[in-house]
């Protein structure tokens, strides 16, 4: 395990690039961050990966909701892995539940084998699951390297008891990575409270619309979410995080 992870979690080309000259040294690709990420296509993949020197692992995740997942949606999984496999991806962030909020271990371990060997991230369903502790056992036996949770709460530093208590449990065997309204300062935070090393982030800022002509009376989404404000990743966020690791682990 290299001394720390700074994760960029990005869904455009323009926001990887920011996070990887920013310092991340690795990003979590996906499409839809503003609803929480869904699956990016191959031609994002190809695009981020021919022009980024970092491990990327790729989000798989069918739609927004729930991660109850029915038949059709596994499928729909295992054929976006092996689609996305040539295209650069180092590895998979993937989860699954059971009406229980137990881990679905039969759909991961389809996904994972899907998946070719590479190293696969349990996504913030972990967040959702009914038993954190069993479900950091269960996802150890299926060979799973990293958990991204916030403590299963809204963000990272309401839920750090919890994630404590997880990173002493994981005894090395599995990396736990802090989510959900990670910056600079939490992660300085974080580490003056916790041994902790992984950090996921989006480091985002907002980007106005260079659109002049705005209709105001069609949104093409939900109502709450301006078309005309732009997510992207802060180069200087993830330098000033990547400053704050290297000075302290």
Not at 18 to 36: P, S, T
Not at 46 to 65: A, E, K, M, N
Not at 100 to 117: F, M, V
Not at 131 to 137: A, G, N, R, S, V
Request: glycine share 8%.
């Amino acid at each position: 395990m290299s001394r720390y992870i700074l994760e960029g979690c990005v869904d455009s080309l323009a926001s990887a690039l920011n996070a990887f000259q920013g310092g991340a040294n690795r990003l979590e690709l996906c499409a839809n961050l503003v609803i929480g990420g869904t699956t990016p296509s191959p031609a994002l993949l190809d695009q981020v990966s021919s022009q980024v020197s970092i491990p990327i692992r790729v989000l798989i995740r069918p739609r927004f909701g729930d991660f109850l997942f029915n038949t059709e949606e596994v499928h729909q999984m295992e054929a976006e892995i092996r689609s996305l496999l040539p295209f650069g991806a180092s590895g998979f962030v993937i989860g699954a539940l059971t009406e229980d909020g137990s881990l679905d271990l039969d759909t991961l371990k389809r996904l994972i084998e899907a998946a070719d060997g590479r190293p696969i991230t349990l996504h913030r369903a972990f967040d959702m699951c009914r038993d954190p502790f069993q479900t950091l056992e269960d996802a150890c036996a299926l060979g799973i390297d990293t958990i991204l949770t916030s403590g299963q709460q809204d963000s990272c530093l309401a839920g750090l008891p919890l994630i404590r208590q997880l990173n002493e449990q994981a005894r090395d065997r599995i990396r736990i990575m802090c989510g959900a309204g990670v910056s600079p300062t939490v992660i300085q935070t974080i580490l003056e409270e916790a041994p902790l090393s992984a950090f996921h982030m989006s480091g985002k800022h907002v980007v106005e619309s260079h659109m002049r002509y705005r209709n105001p009376s069609v949104h093409m989404g939900l109502k709450e979410i301006s078309e005309y404000e732009l997510w992207r990743a802060d180069e200087e966020t993830f330098a000033l995080a990547k400053k704050i690791l290297e000075e302290n682990l």
